[in-house]
């Protein structure tokens, strides 16, 4: 049995900091929030090997998506890692997988108890008319591909939305949002224990789940924080102009609408600085 896990680090206990997760300026506070990581992520390949998967493919989703540590990292896994991808939170996911885990995830912008909220780098995200958050990005690709997603953990406010937008799955919250910069977590040692039994579950309960499904065609709207982002993104064919910083496209499937929507994502990393 064979499963992908894309691995963020906001969602993870005992972060609640950007300097936690910022490889270029962290410092002492993203070696622990890297490490804190890479045990999550253990913890959930432990409960799955424990109820019977044999196969994992580990995407570091996060940021330079250079976090996970390889050497701590459980043996059975193999690891992708580098910041420019196809795929990006999804590189190296396909058909050939029985399960996906989306493990320390968050909410979308603008939720107030989601610790450290965002959804990529616009204010908001829709997939015909629905808020999407990085779950739901996750999710839909997972979908095209016939995958369910088997298990989510991250703080209440990832939890609650992945419950809002996904069939069945089992949700592990390790921290409750008190504000964007602010949590409760718990110890992590608990934290990777629940993950642990999460993981388990899942997979034991992998046959009541069904994958996510994306109507088609899928109309993606992006509201951009800045009006200069609308002005680069418009120019990708097909994406038209909105509003003053909103731009939307339609694309024929889940896949489709991902990579378009990375594309405006990588236009937009190079202007981020010139708004």
Do not use: C
């Not at 995958?147 to 919250?173: F, K, N, Q, Y």
């Not at 039994?197 to 309960?205: L, N, S």
């Amino acid at each position: 049995m064979k499963v992908f896990l894309s691995v963020d680090i906001e969602g993870v206990a005992g972060v609640v900091d950007r300097l936690q997760g910022n490889i270029d300026q962290g410092g002492r506070e993203f070696e622990l929030g890297r490490l804190l990581m890479t045990e999550e992520a253990n913890a959930a390949i432990e409960g799955a090997l424990e109820a019977g998967a044999t196969e994992f493919v580990v995407n570091d989703s996060h940021a330079q998506m250079r976090n996970l540590l390889p050497h701590e990292l459980h043996p059975k896994a193999t690891l992708i890692q580098g910041k420019i991808k196809h795929r990006f939170m999804v590189e190296g996911l396909d058909d050939s997988f029985d399960a996906v885990f989306i493990i320390g995830y968050h909410g979308a912008a603008g939720v107030p108890d989601a610790v450290l909220s965002h959804a990529f780098h616009p204010y908001e995200l829709r997939y015909n008319g629905v808020v999407f958050s990085e779950i739901g990005l996750t999710a839909s690709v997972a979908g095209h591909f016939g995958v369910p997603v088997a298990l989510v953990t991250g703080d209440d406010a990832a939890v609650r939305d992945a419950r809002a937008l996904l069939p069945e799955h089992v949700g592990v919250s390790v921290k409750r949002g008190i504000t964007r910069l602010a949590g409760e977590s718990l110890h992590p040692s608990e934290a990777r224990k629940r993950i642990r039994e999460g993981a388990r579950t899942a997979i034991e309960r992998l046959h009541e789940f069904t994958p996510m499904e994306v109507a088609k065609p899928v109309t993606v709207e992006i509201d951009h924080y800045w009006s200069l982002e609308a002005d680069l993104t418009a120019l990708i064919p097909g994406v038209e102009r909105i509003g003053n910083r909103s731009v939307r496209f339609q694309s024929p499937d889940a896949l489709e609408a991902y990579r378009t929507f990375l594309a405006a994502y990588y236009i937009r990393q190079g202007v981020a600085q010139g708004h």
